[in-house]
């Protein structure tokens, strides 16, 4: 069955580090999503991609957050200068876009932990 | 715009009993509605989706569900629970004319005591 793979599973930085988290959606996948979730609360969602351009964003993903998808394949999460306040468990998601009646498919996620 | 609300944060069965996690959504037109499990440490898992089918759906692990557009319902529902059952489940909305959009419920964490 084919599935969303994230890398890396879990990251450790320095605030104010770069980091990048990685994923590979499904290949014959349309839109592409990055959701996060801090410890113990509820999955908050950042930003949508298709078409090679951000389709929507919440308030959280401000100027340190970007997206890409460089060759096709992957599609990565850029936090450029890290927050304590940014650990937290990271999905990325996608779907295929062909109407309203199909579902999300979930990496197992990076956790990322900022000290 | 749509709105998700899970009616409870935590439930707690004992093994064996039923158990039923409520969902309501508010939607001017019939939406897609999905139930996701996460297990602790892990992705979400789809336990099931309604998309205008049948208004009873079942889904994986015994799981069932049923769509109730009178009620703007959509409880998930399993007639007897097990250990493995625990874990945190997420009602989902996603929209007919904007399909690029899903909404999140809040989330009900589910124990089953032995």
């Known amino acids: 069955e084919p599935e969303v793979t994230q890398t890396p599973s879990h990251q450790v930085t320095q605030m104010g580090q770069e980091v990048i988290l990685r994923c590979v959606p499904i290949s014959n996948h349309l839109y592409f999503y990055w959701y996060r979730q801090i410890l113990g609360q509820k999955v908050e969602f950042l930003v949508s991609?298709?078409?090679?351009?951000?389709?929507?964003k919440s308030e959280i993903f401000d100027d340190q957050f970007s997206v890409e998808r460089p060759d096709g394949s992957n599609f990565t999460l850029k936090i450029r200068s890290t927050k304590l306040e940014d650990s937290a468990m990271y999905f990325c998601?996608?779907?295929?876009?062909?109407?309203?009646?199909?579902?999300?498919?979930f990496g197992e996620g990076s956790r990322l932990t900022v000290l | 715009a749509q709105s998700v609300t899970q009616l409870d944060s935590h439930v707690s069965v004992s093994e064996g009993t039923p158990v039923l996690l409520r969902c309501n959504y508010s939607?001017?037109?019939?939406?897609?509605l999905f139930w996701y499990v996460q297990h602790p440490n892990k992705g979400l898992q789809l336990l099931l989706k309604y998309t205008s089918a049948a208004t009873l759906v079942k889904g994986i692990n015994g799981f069932e569900a049923e769509f109730k557009k009178s009620e703007t319902s959509f409880h998930l529902t399993k007639p007897s629970a097990h250990m493995s059952d625990a874990a945190e489940y997420f009602c989902v909305v996603r929209e007919l004319y904007n399909f690029n959009k899903f909404y999140f419920g809040s989330g009900t964490k589910l124990n089953v005591k032995p």
């Open positions: 991609f298709y078409n090679n351009e951000i389709s929507e």
């Open positions: 998601a996608s779907s295929d876009g062909k109407d309203y009646t199909g579902e999300l498919f």
């Open positions: 939607s001017s037109y019939s939406p897609s």
